[in-house]
């Protein structure tokens, strides 16, 4: 006896159709709904994922929702994204609609009391918030209302028990540093500051009561990347949030890369334990002050030292002591770096994934890879074997290796 199975059509899973959209440009995904009544119902919420406002009026810009299409659909939204000011916040945050707002990620260029009201309505789901503009506002009107802004906020955030991401700036902080990094340093994992300053310019005394003041800082138990970008936080505080953070494994800090060479080459500051990447580009740090760092920090890999004076004395403590784990390195716009210095990088480090540098010639690096390649081995053209002799080149697995605006590898390959 044989029964009749009906065939399945793989098109038809909800699965296979979440999937499918997951891997949609946006306007397809817009399209894919009319296909029919099932693929709207799994791929609408997708759809609806990430909310993008932007500044009204403004041309060649996509047609954004209606109020009433963004209020029966709030229940889908998780990703609440602004770049200006936008009326349609007013309908999302003072909305009395039974199906709430249910946002992981906030990220606005402006605050408003519209962005304070949704993140107290997402204190239980929140946990990535992000307020960045290019600069600070026009006017001094502007600028008090935004410091006011900037309290409010982190008082709000106090309340949110999973926040793990928080990147602010351009920002004045009216009360005390240590005061307000306290309120969020229980669950952060990655901390950004980009042009920060304090209002009282008194917190800049490098006095006794201002070391003590900030030695109150509540310790970041919980913090991986910390990323100080073109700051003017008081100098010890910028030591002490490096000081309360056992776990850091990711520093970036653009301006004030003096301050940490002295702390640290000093032993005012302890190397962090975890620390594997390193970005200090556009720092003044002298190259026999990094080499003495390099050999400081336990286990690098990934140093960002772009437009620095990183030279010969530097590059042979990363080989010495980091080069079998280095896995990204860039090296672009180093007056000191040679062609020669680059080849003995690139045949010195079997993990690397990406490189970047310039001011060299190409030619100089590439030809002599080839040959290898090619079997030679000619005094002139040989490559300097710093890796184990099981290890050939062609087990190399670059990701990205850039030698803008230099001539490529790629543009030697009919000599191969």
Known sequence: MSTDT?????????????????????????????????????????????????NQPCNHIPRQPTPTLCLRNRHHIRHLVETGSNSLLKFLAFSTAPRPLRLTSIRVSLLSPEILMIIQQNVDTLTSFSCRSNRLRRGEADQEAQALWHRQLFLV??????????????????????????????????LELDRVKVADRSWYDES??????????????????????WNDLPPLCQLELIRKAPKLKALTWKRGTQLLVQAWLSSALPTPASLTTLDVAHSHIEDGDMAQILTMVPSLESLNVKSSPFGPQSCSQLLEH????????????????????????????????????????ADDIARPFLHTLRGETSSSLAVPNHRQPSQSLESWTFRSLDFVPARTLLQLKPDF
């Open 6 to 54: 009906k065939r399945v059509n793989a098109c038809m899973l909800p699965a296979v159709i979440r999937l499918t959209g997951l891997h949609l440009s946006r306007p397809n995904l817009v399209a894919s709904l009319r296909v029919c009544s099932l693929w709207r119902k799994v791929l609408e919420p997708l759809l609806w994922q990430t909310l993008t406002l932007q």
């Open 157 to 190: 955030l106090e309340m949110v028990p999973h926040l793990t991401d928080l990147a602010i700036g351009p920002a004045v902080l009216i009360d005390p540093p240590a005061t307000v990094f306290s309120k969020v340093a229980r669950s952060l994992k990655r």
């Open 322 to 361: 980091h080069a079998p784990n280095i896995t990204v390195l860039e090296v672009s716009d180093c007056p000191q770096v040679t062609s020669t210095m680059v080849m003995t990088l690139l045949s010195s480090m079997p993990s690397l994934l990406r490189f970047s540098s310039n001011r060299v010639d």
């Open 208 to 229: 006794t009561q201002s070391a003590q003041a900030f030695s109150a800082l509540e310790p970041f138990p919980k913090l991986e990347t910390l990323v100080m970008v």
